[in-house]
């Protein structure tokens, strides 16, 4: 009996197991092909992540830091204007959609139509849930009250209707950001603190508006016009503001009438490029520009969107194109308080620009706004000049003032001449000669800046660009950024004794952020701890002494330090943590700010890639991250596929804490655990960020160091990694895509297989602002960079090689690739090489290839090449 009573409750057991076990695994493997990493996941047509902040700025006081961020629903949409309140600790959303609707029709059509779409939905419920109703036997029809509730909208709503209006359309769902051909709305542009308040001026749709009370937020309208205002800025009082418009400078003053024009009127065929207010307010620098730069050729690119192809013409200037020259002035502005259009306009700087890289740096003002301070880069002679402007005596200036009387004395009396002549020989009567010998214009003085500091740079391409000299606080010593170390540091100069002293040193890069308000500290980023994280620094101007502000290992971007230098608001970003805003106070405690993600973009960026550095053949230090497949042993052969960039990117490379790039993180996080690969990312010679030698490295010899290195990573893989040498592949896009066809065709045994997406293979053929300062020099009419062109160089393809371009792409011409093409075909290749196109794509595709499209591509090439993992 007793075994009886045992089997019995065995049996149950074992009912009632079968009847969980397929629950329980059903759960299994739902939470298994959660896990399982899919290129669908991992590329989404609308993105994996939200938008980020920007524009942080810290008030006069150092309490409150306002930015520009929108919540990942309205990604879609403008930016709104943000705070937050070290003092709380909290972040508050100031402006809104319902804020602008009082000013902007968009606006309003936009809560018009988030209106609509819910009174729309709400009426499909209703139906169905009648529906529901009748078939349970309801069949009762609405009273004539809840037919006319349908209109209510167009009856006068109640304060608590308003409120309930307002609730639904400030509420913005999920599936907004799929709503392609609805409105959007603009939201905030940009925004300016006051110096001495805590009040904003902010810039939507071109339009000014004033905020003036953060507990109670209210816009107040300042313009209404057909033109779009910028760079608004408060005055040094806070008394009013100036603000651009096309070719002109204005002055309000809040309180009164007279708007004043604080530019003067320019010489004949002279536009404003930018300008720069002095501390005080009372004067101002001009860049402007003539119009005689043009004669760019136009180029054909065909497009396939209709029945019949057609051709459609682009602009571009190559390496061998004339540059029509083109003369920049800067030009020094005294503000007239008395109005009587008296003041001089003082010419302080003339050249002509007849290279692509010439460059100007925007002129800054001494603090004790007597001198002004800028950058002209001229790439011909490779010469940098700092140049420095100091306001007249009133004995210079009287000087001044005389000579250009005179001259335009000269010019009149010559225009009376001509005028008297033409009117002897026109029997028609009524012809009038010049009126005057004065106009509204300005009297132009010559006062030219002097070459401060001048030197040479034969570094990376885009340093010139960021030299940009600024007056330390004695309003006598000149700071600066230069690569005269070999790296981007910052330093001193003295113009009295025209000596330089280097205030930061050692192989990393330093880039600044802003001086603090008197000009003793310079807050930047700096590579310092390591090349692949840029971390916040507070560089001391009389020590040069660096600190470093953060705790946090990682990349920080779209950085605002309080004047003090205590609290911080920054974009932060590492492996395992998405780009988020983070605020740090004085007492080094972080918080994060927003919540930018969806919930996916977390759970598929959990694994982190393991950086390591290698010595090439030369001695120099390469930087890479590796994802290796789950349960590697270095006993067993893996394929390796390396993703490379190789050419200058300002101070950007792909080596960083935090670059969830979609080909340098995902793919090759992607083909290490699901197929086995061991992924490699390489920053050879010719990426930016590790000093001027690796940013020059391309200039004459375009992708060679980039070979040797790569070829050198190879190598160090596979004494370190055991590596399978038979079975390497190599992708890279634009300059990687050139790179990756280079290493395959002059080291086909090192490189098996390549991925080559939009490269541009005759470099003769690229836009000449950048080609001359990587690529090599070029003459007028003369194809000088053809010699650094792939197509010789196709026909030693042995490997397998995808080409990868949008036909319709107006950066790297498609044409490159049918022309490289062309000759592996010619050369017997066709069994080598592969094409996929984008008909509708541009540089980086998305027309009908999407970002999916093109990594399934890629997966199914290197698949079926190289296979998959041991």
């Known amino acids: 009996m007793k075994n009886d009573s045992l089997r019995t409750v065995c049996l149950s057991m074992l009912v009632i197991g079968s009847l969980i076990s397929p629950a329980v695994a059903a759960d299994s493997k739902k939470d298994k092909d959660k896990d399982e990493l ?130 639904i359309y400030m509420t913005v769902s999920e599936d907004d950001a799929d ?84 530019t003067p009127s320019l010489p004949s065929g002279e536009n404003l490029s930018r300008y720069s207010l002095s501390h005080d307010g009372k004067r101002i620098t001009l860049i402007t520009r003539t119009n005689s730069r043009g004669g760019s050729r136009k180029v054909d690119i065909i497009r396939y969107r209709d029945r019949f192809a057609q051709s459609d013409s682009i602009s571009r200037t190559v390496s061998d194109d004339k540059v029509e020259p083109e003369t920049v002035r800067v030009y020094m502005f005294e503000f007239d308080g008395a109005d009587t259009e008296e003041a001089p306009l003082l010419k302080v700087f003339e050249e002509k620009i007849d290279e692509p890289r010439d460059i100007i740096s925007e002129p800054r003002w001494s603090l004790d706004n007597q001198q002004v301070t800028f950058c002209f880069f001229d790439q011909k002679n490779s010469d940098v000049q700092i140049r420095l402007a100091t306001w007249p005596t009133e004995e210079e200036l009287e000087k001044g003032l005389k000579e250009a009387v005179k001259e335009r004395e000269k010019d009149f009396q010559k225009e009376m001449r001509e005028a008297r002549e033409k009117d002897e020989e026109d029997v028609t009567p009524g012809r009038r000669g010049p009126r005057g010998g004065r106009t509204e214009d300005p009297e132009l003085v010559e006062h030219l800046a002097k070459i401060a500091y001048q030197f040479k740079h034969y570094g990376g391409p885009n340093t010139p660009s960021m030299v940009s000299p600024d007056f330390a606080d004695d309003s006598r010593h000149i700071v600066f950024v230069s690569e005269l170390s070999g790296f981007r540091h910052i330093h001193v100069l003295d113009p009295l004794y025209e000596s330089v002293r280097q205030l930061t040193e050692g192989r990393f890069e330093v880039y600044p952020i802003r001086f603090s308000e008197d000009h003793k500290r310079l807050f930047v980023t700096a590579t310092k701890d390591s090349p692949a994280r840029q971390m916040v620094y507070v560089l001391e101007m009389e020590s040069g002494e660096l600190t470093r502000l953060n705790d946090q290992e990682g990349t920080f971007s779209d950085v605002a330090v309080s004047n003090d230098g205590k609290r911080m608001l920054a974009n932060f970003v590492r492996y395992g943590d998405l780009t988020e805003l983070v605020a740090q106070n004085e007492k080094n405690q972080v918080k994060q700010v927003t919540d930018s993600h969806p919930e996916d973009a977390s759970r598929l960026t959990k694994i982190e890639p393991e950086f390591f550095e290698y010595e090439n053949r030369h001695g120099h230090t390469i930087s890479g991250m590796m994802f290796k497949p789950e349960g590697w042993k270095k006993s067993k052969k893996h394929p390796l596929l390396i993703y490379v960039y190789g050419g200058p990117l300002g101070n950007r490379h792909f080596v960083n804490d935090g670059g969830y790039s979609a080909d340098a993180y995902f793919f090759q996080m992607y083909m290490a655990q699901k197929h086995g690969y061991i992924t490699i990312v390489v920053d050879p010679r010719g990426q930016s960020g590790y000093g001027g030698l690796f940013e020059k490295s391309n200039y004459e010899q ?113 044409q490159d690739t049918v022309a490289v093409y062309r000759a592996l075909l010619k050369a017997g290749k066709e069994t080598h090489v592969e094409l996929f196109l984008d008909p509708t794509g541009g540089h980086g595709l998305g027309g009908d290839v999407k970002r999916i499209g093109r990594m399934r591509k890629y997966e199914q090439f290197l698949l079926r090449t190289i296979g998959k993992g041991p």
């Open 179 to 262: 709503a392609e051909y609805s409105p959007v709305y603009s939201g905030i542009a940009s925004f300016r603190w006051h110096p001495k308040e805590n009040k904003l001026l902010l810039i939507s749709e071109g339009d000014i508006y004033l905020l003036e009370d953060l507990n109670k937020p209210k816009l107040a309208r300042l313009t209404k016009t057909d033109q779009r205002e910028s760079q608004v800025e408060f005055l040094p009082d806070g008394s009013g503001y100036t603000v651009r418009r096309d070719d002109t400078v204005i002055q309000t003053k809040f309180g009164e009438h007279l708007v004043r024009q604080l």
């Open 702 to 814: 375009v992708g060679k160091p980039q070979v040797e290195d790569l070829v050198d990573g190879v190598q160090y893989m596979a004494d370190n990694f055991n590596i399978d040498q038979k079975r390497v592949a190599i992708s890279g896009w634009s300059f990687g895509g050139f790179q990756t066809q280079m290493c395959l065709y002059t080291e086909p045994e090192v490189f098996q297989v390549g991925i080559a997406g939009a490269g541009p293979t005759q470099w003769e053929n690229y836009n000449s602002w950048y080609s001359t300062g990587t690529i090599g020099p070029s003459r007028t009419g003369e194809p000088d960079q053809e010699k650094y062109s792939l197509i010789p160089l196709a026909k030693k393809l042995e490997g397998q090689l995808l080409l990868v371009h949008g036909i319709e792409d107006t950066n790297v011409l498609f």
């Open 38 to 167: 899919r290129l669908e996941d991992l590329y989404p047509e609308k993105g994996l992540f939200g938008p980020s902040a920007s524009n942080a700025e810290f008030s006069h006081d150092g309490r409150y830091a306002a930015y520009l961020y929108r919540p990942y629903n309205e990604r879609r949409h403008g930016s709104d204007l943000w705070v937050y309140d070290f003092k709380k600790s909290e972040a508050r959303r100031i402006t809104s959609i319902d804020m602008l609707s009082e000013f902007q029709r968009s606006a309003r059509i936009v809560i018009d139509d988030r209106l609509e779409k819910h009174r729309k939905k709400a009426k499909s419920e209703k139906k169905d849930d009648d529906k529901d109703e009748k078939e349970d036997g309801d069949d009762e029809e609405k009273s004539d009250d809840e037919n006319d509730s349908d209109d209510k909208e167009k009856d006068e709503l109640t304060e608590k209707e308003r409120e309930e209006q307002r609730e």
